[in-house]
């Protein structure tokens, strides 16, 4: 781990005993992790362990049962999610949820809905995201939808750091992206980190996600199996036993 990645005394994100998951049907079970400044924490396991119902139930979409969600110190359990963002912990979501008739600019701007910012503010976070995503400044007035699926998931991030978070929680960013497209989306990630920004990352792309990760969690059937660096996850057994149940 780098420097610039050392955990600071207390996390940024810190998550206890965590109890969540949809009406009566309950998947996460006493989940705890904890996320510090300028860290990138992988959440990895298989189809069904929990990892999107964890990103939805600190993000204010799913109730918390019990358990804590404390970020900067101060409990996010009960609070909206637009509270939430404002916090400064944002959701991008699987799937890239766009207005995809929609122009990019379109999509940019309505990613500010609700800031009550000045227009030189605004202006200056649209500036600041389109110089990091050049791709976006070049097609401004083409639909959500004609985009690639790259340049899609851009535009799902940029839109999401348009509210300056301190927090990203990016949801299987590489779902259906070429491997050099995969490339240019996780040196995304590493420079988000380098500008201050923590990432919590769920990914299917397990050796993609160990190589940028500072952290890993390791989730099977809503529970933590084990954590650590990457290179102690990689030479040991713990994910086989996530994914293959060996």
């Given at each position: 781990m780098s420097a610039a990645t050392q955990p600071s005394a207390a996390p940024l994100l810190e998550v206890t005993d965590l109890v969540s998951g949809y009406g009566h049907v309950r998947v996460l079970e006493g989940v705890s992790i904890a996320v510090h400044d300028r860290q990138i924490v992988t959440i990895l396991g298989g189809n069904g362990a929990g990892k999107s119902t964890l990103l939805k139930t600190?993000?204010?979409?799913?109730?918390?049962?019990?358990?804590?969600?404390?970020?900067?110190?101060?409990?996010?359990?009960?609070?909206?999610?637009?509270?939430?963002?404002?916090?400064?912990?944002s959701h991008v979501a699987e799937g890239r949820r766009l207005f995809r008739t929609q122009?990019?600019?379109?999509?940019?701007?309505?990613?500010?809905?609700?800031?009550?910012?000045?227009?030189?503010?605004?202006?200056?976070?649209?500036?600041?995201?389109?110089?990091?995503?050049?791709?976006?400044?070049?097609?401004?007035?083409?639909?959500?939808?004609?985009?690639?699926?790259?340049?899609?998931?851009?535009?799902?991030?940029?839109q999401a750091l348009l509210r300056t978070p301190k927090l990203l929680m990016l949801d299987e960013p590489s779902l259906g992206l070429a491997p050099i497209i995969v490339d240019q989306v996780m040196e995304v990630i590493l420079k988000l980190r380098s500008?201050?920004?923590?990432?919590?990352?769920?990914?299917?792309?397990?050796?993609?996600?160990?190589?940028?990760?500072?952290?890993?969690?390791?989730?099977?059937?809503?529970?933590i199996l084990g954590s650590g660096r990457p290179e102690e996850l990689q030479g040991g057994d713990l994910i086989k036993h996530a994914y293959l149940g060996v």
């Open positions: 600190l993000s204010g979409l799913l109730p918390v049962e019990a358990g804590s969600i404390r970020f900067e110190g101060r409990s996010l359990v009960g609070r909206p999610p637009g509270q939430i963002v404002d916090a400064g912990l122009s990019v600019m379109s999509n940019l701007e309505l990613g500010l809905y609700g800031t009550r910012l000045s227009r030189a503010e605004e202006k200056r976070r649209l500036d600041e995201v389109l110089a990091t995503f050049p791709m976006l400044a070049e097609r401004p007035n083409i639909a959500a939808g004609a985009l690639s699926g790259g340049q899609q998931q851009m535009l799902a991030i940029a500008q201050g920004v923590a990432i919590v990352l769920v990914e299917q792309l397990v050796e993609r996600a160990l190589e940028v990760a500072d952290v890993a969690y390791v989730l099977r059937s809503g529970r």
